[in-house]
């Protein structure tokens, strides 16, 4: 392991990572939940369910990367073991982010008007199987967690890097919890049958 600070390059990169999550989270909030759609939905809405995971996820995404950002611009001449040499860091953080941000975006395209930022079934709601998640259960976050890891390698500290996108997880796997929960009432065995055959995260090496 190298024993430097975190680079002004790598830092910079970082932050326009971090950045373009927080632009498409407020796009996909304004534009693809317009308020007339949302009032709309929950109109038909039989069942919200978020349990608080939506606010732990806001803070599980920006609260780590928020401190992250705090501490190199007070701390930036202490230096630090690296997570991996620059030049890898480098390449794999980049195209670990660009990976997530298409599959995140991807996947909500795909659940169309479906796609909300709260746990719930509408009346009409159709369980989607198809595109990615005919492969994958919850596309969107595995999308969102390659963002933040991509991130992190950027940030390349060998602490906080962690940090960085390990509290997401933790988070995003009980509001999966809550959100499978309610499918299962909403489609039964149809969607316990699904489980089997699409993974939570990745694709099933074996069916």
Known sequence: MNIRSVSHQHFFLYL???SIVAAFD???SIVRLKPGKTKQNNKKSKQTKDEGTLTLIYLAKFVPNI???????????????????????????????????LIRQIAIIQLGKFYTYKVSIDDDHEMIDTGLYKYMRHPAYTGTFLELTGAA????????SWF??????????KRIKQEEKVLIERFGP??????KH??????????
Not at 153 to 160: A, S
């Open 153 to 160: 390698l950027l940030y390349n500290h060998f602490v906080l």
């Open 164 to 173: 960085l996108s390990l509290p997401y997880l933790i988070v995003v796997l």
């Open 190 to 195: 149809k969607y316990q049958d699904y489980m």
């Open 26 to 28: 407020t796009y996909n």
């Open 67 to 101: 401190l992250a950002i705090l501490i190199y611009y007070f701390f930036k001449d202490t230096h630090h073991s690296s997570f991996l040499s620059s030049n890898i860091s480098a390449t794999l953080g980049i195209f670990t982010f660009i990976a997530g941000l």
């Open 16 to 18: 326009i990572c971090i």
């Open 198 to 207: 699409a993974g939570m995260f990745l694709p099933q090496l074996s069916q």
